[in-house]
């Protein structure tokens, strides 16, 4: 992964300086190797060895100064008694001698109670520590997190970085498409080469959506058979791509399967909006919503041009309706 060697370099020469801090914020769009540089920062600490770069698949960390928190699976955030969980852990001393670890992500899913009880210990961890917080979408952690972390960015790499890690994965496949379909991330790329079918399909009938072509019912009955999150999340990353073309120019839609001549009639205010509904549906717990009513909802209101685009939560939580529905 030598599109991470300008963030691995600054933190060797910090290492050779005695200038490592505490805590490290990782952050940048989903899918470019931040996990992957959180462990090879975590694995280097406990080992002293930083001679590599990150690598992919990420192997395991078994150490007993290692921790790791991340959102169980029967929860759709990280709470506040995992941070003290982890707080606890910090207190004892280092088995091995060279500090403790913990890595967290993704730490935009922390809960208010959670990040205000990590604040101290970032500023002041017990003995010679490293937290490690990697974040997709960073703009939600709070301000008091930020002021406590140093932050190392990754962004997208060079298309040509991005195909050479590919083709070391697997040589010979669709990664052209693969890569077009991640819009750059190589990481993302590799996981949705299994899965390229249903996007071509999922891209196919978004866009019949949008021009009217194809009814919205049927497209959101055959998408709630698959996995929601994996629908929530490919669903997100197109909308968020279009939105930036439309705004930095056709340049910015390689890979993008929607029209943005028909976008750019939309409001571009309603895009955000339409958005950030799409992100509270993937930031909600599993089995919180209808998924089927959900992908209805918003495939029609992608073909009404977002016209109509009013929604509220209900007593239930993300069961949406339109406000004006709800009023009536």
């Known amino acids: 992964m030598k599109w991470l060697s300008t963030q691995c370099d600054r933190w060797r020469e910090a290492q050779a300086r005695d200038r490592v801090p505490h805590a490290v914020l990782i952050a940048g769009p989903p899918g470019v190797g931040k996990r992957a540089l959180a462990s090879w920062m975590a694995a280097g600490k406990l080992t002293g060895d930083f001679a590599s770069l990150p690598r992919y698949p990420i192997a395991a960390i078994e150490h007993a100064d290692f921790h790791r928190v991340s959102i169980p699976e029967d929860k759709s955030s990280i709470g506040v008694d995992?941070?003290?969980a982890l707080i606890g852990e910090f207190s004892l001393t280092s088995y091995v001698g060279r500090g403790?670890?913990?890595?967290?992500?993704p730490a935009q899913k922390m809960t208010a109670s959670a990040a205000n009880a990590l604040l101290k210990t970032l500023e002041e961890p017990a003995g010679d520590a490293l937290i490690i917080l990697v974040a997709d979408r960073a703009g939600r952690l709070p301000a008091t997190i930020f002021s406590r972390c140093q932050t190392v960015s990754v962004g997208?790499?060079?298309?040509?970085?991005?195909?050479?890690?590919?083709?070391?994965?697997s040589p010979g496949r669709g990664w052209v498409e693969a890569l077009a379909t991640s819009h750059g991330a190589p990481v993302a790329a590799a996981e949705a080469i299994e899965r390229l079918d249903e996007i071509r399909d999922m891209r196919e009938a978004l866009a019949g959506v949008l021009d009217r072509r194809l009814d919205p019912i049927p497209v959101a009955a055959k998408w709630s058979k698959l996995d929601p999150p994996f629908v929530l999340d490919w669903l997100a990353s197109?909308?968020?791509?279009?939105?930036?073309?439309?705004?930095?120019?056709?340049?910015?839609?390689?890979?993008?399967?929607?029209?943005?001549?028909?976008?750019?009639?939309?409001?571009?205010?309603?895009?955000?909006?339409?958005?950030?509904?799409?992100?509270?549906?993937r930031a909600s717990a599993k089995g919180s919503f209808n998924v089927q009513v959900a992908f209805e909802r918003l495939?029609?209101?992608?073909?009404?041009g977002l016209k109509r685009l009013d929604?509220?939560?209900?007593?239930?939580?993300?069961?949406?309706v339109r406000a004006a529905e709800n009023r009536a």
């Open 156 to 169: 997208t790499p060079a298309e040509t970085d991005a195909l050479e890690f590919l083709e070391s994965l």
């Open 82 to 84: 995992q941070i003290r």
């Open 238 to 281: 197109e909308i968020q791509a279009a939105v930036k073309a439309t705004i930095c120019g056709e340049k910015w839609a390689t890979g993008l399967g929607l029209d943005t001549k028909t976008l750019a009639h939309i409001d571009r205010r309603k895009l955000f909006c339409y958005l950030d509904i799409i992100n509270r549906l």
């Open 299 to 304: 495939l029609i209101d992608l073909a009404d």
């Open 100 to 105: 403790k670890v913990a890595i967290i992500e």
């Open 311 to 320: 929604w509220t939560y209900t007593p239930r939580g993300l069961d949406y």
